[in-house]
């Protein structure tokens, strides 16, 4: 066995050869896993931040330790894919090999899988994406490391449900009499996992380590000291927090997402100009509305958003123009709202997939020969889509010119992802992806097949 006994000791030995040494909050981790290894623990939450090294103790660590230390215990590992699982799958199974005699096990001699792999004392590993197969396993030990891949999940009821109903339905039926259940994950969403069983079950001990310390912090740390210095400091996450904005920054290295009631786009942050400053570059992004109005039916608006990038790299809301029209009205308005623009202004436009969107593109563009357009489809959720211009908002980095449509935009952005309407917050939103992914002499990315001209 290893020279100094527990987990402490063992992870030591590991990472000595790869000349490190657990941190202050690792050595708090590596506590709270023995625990649950000595079966004093049986629920335990890790909440940290991003770059915290919480996957390599409590995913690739401790489950070779664990089967080194209890005779036949089981493990199931589960991560938001199949692929990430994997990987601390094969993570795992080289620790073992290597330092398997420290630990006392071996593997069986048909263990050659990344992602299962058995014991000689009869302790197995199995390793599966989120709402994978699991049917058929057993486990005195559940790993649950990342289990939410990115906002568009962390965003959507249905994935949120999808998810809890998979834990609690298939999940934890695989876990044998007092077995333990071990969650890591950095927090996405007031509803995710973490939140729902923090609200639904008592039995958990979590252990939250934000990224810059609070008030009464478990490790001692004077309040906004970074929790892992030599990795980032606290200027490194002060600039993380003004690369990713406030709502991003909370939920992701604080492990505090704001309750629903909290605004997506902090609008006190805009500034009211009234006179644009100098300008490098300006695009004119367009939503377009599917229907016309009609007895019962409150379509949404067609609308175009200008946005410029000043010479200090500020983002400036320059003009919006809303209307519910014909498809005919709509590309006379986008005609004549470009010829009062100018050539240099680019014009940002969806495209649906398939045919028929490339075919609506050509109808628009049939009369803004000369001008500069970028057409590209919509991907992930509103919410996703909106997260780079609320980050540019929240950093203070958004102007917006004084103009009778202040009012209206504000209301929106204030009330968005539950406004009535979002139509300009859609549009505000591809203008800042726009103006992120493109450059001033970008080349079309439309393409008109001969059939649509």
């Known amino acids: 066995m290893v020279a100094e006994p527990g987990f402490i000791g063992f992870a030591r030995r590991v990472l000595a050869d790869q000349d490190q040494e657990p941190a202050r909050h690792h050595k708090v981790l590596i506590a709270k896993l023995e625990a649950v290894a000595r079966g004093s623990c049986e629920r335990l939450m890790v909440q940290m931040p991003p770059g915290s090294a919480k996957s390599t103790y409590a995913s690739v660590l401790f489950p070779a330790y664990y089967l080194g230390n209890q005779i036949g215990g089981q493990i199931i590992a589960a991560s938001h894919t199949a692929s990430l699982a994997n990987h601390f799958g094969r993570l795992v199974r080289r620790i073992v090999v290597e330092y398997g005699q420290a630990l006392d096990v071996r593997l069986t001699k048909d263990s050659r899988a990344a992602s299962r792999f058995s014991t000689e004392g009869g302790g197995s590993y199995f390793s599966a994406g989120v709402r994978g197969p699991i049917t058929g396993r057993r486990a005195d030990l559940i790993l649950i490391d990342d289990p939410i891949k990115s906002w568009a999940e962390a965003d959507s009821l249905v994935h949120r449900d999808a998810l809890y109903d998979w834990y609690r339905a298939e999940l934890t039926a695989r876990l044998k009499p007092n077995g333990r259940i071990v969650l890591i994950m950095t927090r996405w969403h007031e509803d995710d996992l973490a939140g729902r069983l923090m609200r639904g079950e008592t039995a958990w001990e979590v252990l939250r380590l934000p990224a810059l310390a609070e008030e ?3 490790l001692g740390r004077a309040r906004g000291e970074a929790l892992w210095p030599k990795w ?6 002060d600039r993380r927090k003004t690369e990713v904005g406030e709502r991003a920054f909370a939920a992701l290295y604080q492990q505090n997402p704001r309750p629903p ?7 006190s942050r805009l500034r009211i100009v009234a006179e644009a400053p100098a300008l490098k570059r300006t695009i004119r992004a367009w939503d377009l509305a599917a229907a016309l109005p009609a007895p019962g039916r409150e379509p949404d608006y067609t609308v175009g958003l200008k946005l410029g990038l000043t010479e ?5 809301v320059l003009d919006i123009v809303r209307l519910r029209a014909t498809p005919g009205e709509v590309e006379s308005k986008i005609a ?12 940002a436009l969806p495209k649906d997939p398939g045919q028929a969107g490339t075919a609506q593109v050509a109808y628009l563009t ?6 500069k357009i970028d057409a590209s489809p919509e991907t992930g959720s509103k919410a996703q889509r909106a997260m780079p211009a609320a980050a540019q908002v929240d950093a203070d980095n958004v102007l917006m010119l004084a103009g009778p449509w202040n009012l209206a935009f504000m209301r929106e952005l204030s009330a968005f992802p539950d406004s009535e309407k979002d139509d300009q917050v859609d549009a505000f939103s591809r203008a ?11 080349p079309r990315r439309m393409h008109v097949p ?3 001209r």
């Open 232 to 237: 980032q400091n606290e200027a490194a996450l």
């Open 336 to 347: 004549e709202t470009a010829k009062l623009d100018g050539f240099a202004t680019m014009i």
């Open 450 to 452: 001969h059939g649509a």
């Open 366 to 371: 049939r009369s803004l020969l000369g001008y």
């Open 312 to 316: 200090r790299g500020q983002i400036i």
């Open 261 to 267: 009631e909290a605004r997506f786009f902090n609008t």
């Open 216 to 218: 009464n912090d478990p």
């Open 432 to 442: 800042v992806n726009t103006l992120a992914t493109t450059t001033d002499s970008a």
